[in-house]
């Protein structure tokens, strides 16, 4: 890869990491994951500038607990955290906030209203 910002996707359904993928490549490094424990794997080793977190992961934790888990360690303490999901109610929302989620987006998503949000935050990111 060759040094532009990188882009976590966290998703277990393929159609929405593919489409993902396709539009944001052009801009930036893409990575996708579809499981907790490959998603373990890939933010102990890569540094991202981005997260794209789904909620509902059917694995053993979700979307919203690994965005706390994310929180809570300093490397990703202040890395923009988007929760993308198909899930759009009231209490899904405030628990992604409450967990650290810095914006809260549903399915389906606009790819330019996405792709402007992501350059927005990646934007204001402090420089480490």
Known sequence: MDGRQKVLIVDDEELAQDFLRFFLSKKFDVYTVGSVSTFYNIVNKVDFDLILMDISLRDSKDGIQLTKELRATPKYKS?????LTAFNTTRERNNA????????????????????????ALNKKPAN
């Not at 890395?79 to 929760?83: E, G, Q, R």
């Not at 409450?98 to 927005?120: H, R, W, Y």
């Open 79 to 83: 890395t923009p955290i988007f929760v």
């Open 97 to 120: 906030h409450q967990a650290g989620a810095d914006k809260f987006l549903t399915k389906p998503v606009d790819s330019k209203q996405l792709l402007n949000m992501i350059d927005e």
